[in-house]
């Protein structure tokens, strides 16, 4: 079993900056990827980014490209999303996931997820 805990959340002015934090507890995690989702109100949930345990290797939503920046910390079993020059539309509930043996973009391809954390971004 994979406990994820996020945290970072909270209110930021447009342009400004914010890092997420998403520690998985309960287990080493040795899985294929964890990644970010977030649901805005009124809209489904999104893929936003997700990075390969082993290779590190990153992949963003085209919104967020350039803007948003997804890392880990292995030894930590910590993922992090660095959220640099946000918009208010980037105002929604961040979920942390994490996949187990396959799958970056999809929602059904994750098997643990964090409870969310509130991102407002503020005009």
């Known amino acids: 079993q994979v406990l994820l805990v996020e945290s970072g959340g909270g209110l930021v002015q447009a342009g400004g900056s914010l890092r997420l934090s998403c520690a998985a507890t309960g287990r080493t995690f040795s899985g294929y990827a964890m990644g970010w989702f977030r649901q805005a109100p009124g809209k489904e949930r999104e893929f936003v980014a997700a990075?390969?345990?082993?290779?590190?290797?990153?992949y963003y939503a085209a919104s967020v490209k350039g803007r948003f920046t997804i890392s880990r910390d292995n030894a930590k079993n910590t993922v992090y999303l660095q959220m640099s020059s946000p918009k208010p539309e980037d105002t929604a509930v961040y979920y942390c996931a994490a996949a187990l043996r396959r799958g970056l973009y999809a929602e059904a391809s994750y098997d643990y997820w964090g409870q969310g954390t509130q991102v407002t971004v503020s005009s």
């Open positions: 990075i390969k345990w082993s290779t590190g290797g990153t």
